[in-house]
């Protein structure tokens, strides 16, 4: 247990330590390079924004990644229980998620002026959904025969059958999704916030950085949002030990 | 074929011949393109819940303890029973195959033999008039195998219920069955049937009597037959 916790911990140090010696040998100016002691300053100096920016990339993030589960769950239900559904889709979420999603970003910012809330949400459940569908959809479609067939044979429901036995089984490949796409939904948070003039959260402190010149401002808003990414991760991988912890075997 | 009510009737033929299908098609998973399947005294037109069914796979659910996979089938069929009681009905199946002790573990912690037992409680556990098998003893290892078919026997001894077992193990044939049916190849046929005249409370010497070894060697050569093979006497 406590090398559980230190051992990530010395990591992140040691990894700091590089850090601040590479800035450090080679000399690099703040302009060019900060270094991790330059962090803790430019984080005091805007705590408040930091505190006000961060919550608006969390909440909006967690918000598109909830659509993304709820959108994703379905069309993986629908792909994993239709073979012709399966046939239509398959093509048109591969292509949509092969378009890469900054050309995106003008297109619905001029489909939704002004509504930044909405369009950070809305992208964050964009790039996000993708995992989720393919792996509730293939999760279903490779249930074996028998699964089903042992509550089938008993008369039981197609809906009995979903939720006593598809469902449960498809948890830990669905968990495993809902970790990609929960990187990816910061992703797209974050393109959003850079990219709109007049955003808010950290994508938009970061540019503030960028055109104040505020590097080590630039580099702690990097560092906060590697911290909410971890936060978040770990948030799944909490649900993961609650609803498909059997599935994590130990080893004998 | 007929299966005449509370007997044991193992059915053997070759591989890919439709065993499986037959097992299906008894349980209403399949409906027949030609011909009709009767149980007591009714057609069988789709899934009815007075059939328990078990398969090679064990196929319990990871998520659910042992017990709780055993009292899956009471879920479905008995939806109003209290969970005491239907604890209760699967701790008295628990204990008659000898898994009393391991039933808060999860399928994983159990062997591949505990497993298949676990698996036959299951389908007993609503108390079926008719058990489907469809070899559940083809992948465990000899003395496990064994071992079941002894744990099979007493199961009946203690409720009795009509059983088909599909097996591809003569001996197990023999040593379960009231009847063996011999199927051709596919279409299969009901090609040959033998009356296991064995003493119902039969333990595993029987199967070195000459008796047995003779019924054994009969199926042998009804087996190649089957399999279009030229039986060498
Ligand atoms: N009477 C039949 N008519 C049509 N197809 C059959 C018939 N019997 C078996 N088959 C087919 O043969 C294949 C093997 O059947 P299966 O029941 O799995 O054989 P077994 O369990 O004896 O090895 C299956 O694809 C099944 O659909
Ligand atoms: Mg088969």
């Given at each position: 247990m406590f090398s559980k916790i230190a051992t990530p911990i010395i990591a992140i140090i040691v990894f700091l330590g590089l850090w601040e010696l590479l800035v450090w040998a080679n000399g690099w100016p703040n302009f060019k390079m900060a270094s991790p002691s330059d962090l803790p300053p430019a984080f005091w100096k805007y705590r408040e924004l930091f505190l006000e920016m961060g919550w608006q990339t969390l909440w909006r993030t967690v918000v598109g990644l909830f659509l993304a589960v709820i959108v994703g769950t379905v069309i993986g239900m629908i792909i994993g229980f239709s073979r012709i559904a399966r046939d239509a889709l398959y093509p048109l979420l591969i292509g949509f998620n092969a378009i890469p999603k900054a050309t995106l970003v003008p297109v619905i910012s001029l489909l939704f002026i002004g509504q930044h809330d909405f369009n950070t949400v809305l992208m964050a459940f964009m790039i996000s959904f993708f995992p989720i569908a393919v792996s509730v959809g293939i999760g279903l479609s490779t249930l074996e025969p028998e699964y089903r067939d042992i509550l089938r044979a008993l008369g039981a429901s197609k809906a009995t059958i979903f939720w006593k036995i598809a469902l449960p089984k498809t948890l830990p490949e669905f968990f495993g999704a809902l970790k990609v796409s929960a990187t990816l939904a910061f992703i797209g948070t974050n393109l959003v916030e850079i990219v709109s003039p007049h955003g808010r959260g950290l994508g938009a402190l970061f540019k503030s950085g960028e055109t104040n010149g505020d590097y080590p401002l630039m580099f702690a808003v990097l560092i906060a949002l590697a911290f909410l990414g971890i936060v978040l991760y770990y948030a799944v991988i909490f649900l993961e030990r609650i609803f498909?912890?059997?599935?994590d075997r130990e080893a004998t | 074929m007929t299966v005449p009510e509370g007997t044991f009737a193992a059915v053997v033929g070759p591989s890919g011949c439709g065993k499986s299908t037959l097992t299906r098609l008894v349980a209403g998973l399949m409906t027949p393109d030609e011909g009709e399947v009767w149980l007591h005294g009714e057609r069988v037109k789709g899934p009815r819940n007075t059939v328990g069914m078990a398969f090679?796979?064990?196929?319990?659910?990871?998520?659910?303890t042992i017990l709780d996979n055993v009292i899956l089938p009471l879920e479905i069929v008995?939806?109003?029973?209290?969970r005491k009681d239907r604890e209760a009905r699967a701790m008295e199946l628990l204990e008659m195959v000898g898994l009393v002790g391991f039933e808060?573990?999860?399928?994983?912690?159990?062997?591949g033999g505990m497993r298949q037992r676990a698996s036959l409680c299951r389908s007993l556990v609503h108390k079926p008039d008719v058990l489907i098998m469809d070899e559940?003893?083809?992948?465990?290892?000899a003395f496990t195998r064994e071992d079941l078919w002894q744990t099979m026997r007493d199961l009946r001894a203690a409720e009795p219920f009509t059983a088909v077992l599909i097996t591809h193990d003569l001996r197990e044939s023999v040593f379960l069955g009231d009847q063996v049916i011999v199927l051709s190849g596919?279409?299969?046929?009901?090609?040959y049937v033998m009356d296991?005249?064995?003493?119902?409370?039969?333990?595993?010497?029987?199967?070195?009597t000459p008796k047995a070894a003779d019924m054994l060697h009969v199926l042998r050569d009804q087996i190649k037959i089957a399999q279009g093979r030229e039986v060498d006497h």
């Open positions: 498909a912890g059997w599935a | 090679q796979n064990p196929v319990l659910l990871e998520w659910r008995a939806p109003r029973m209290p808060n573990k999860r399928p994983s912690e159990l062997s559940p003893f083809g992948a465990l290892d596919r279409p299969a046929r009901t090609q296991v005249d064995l003493p119902a409370d039969r333990t595993l010497d029987v199967l070195f």
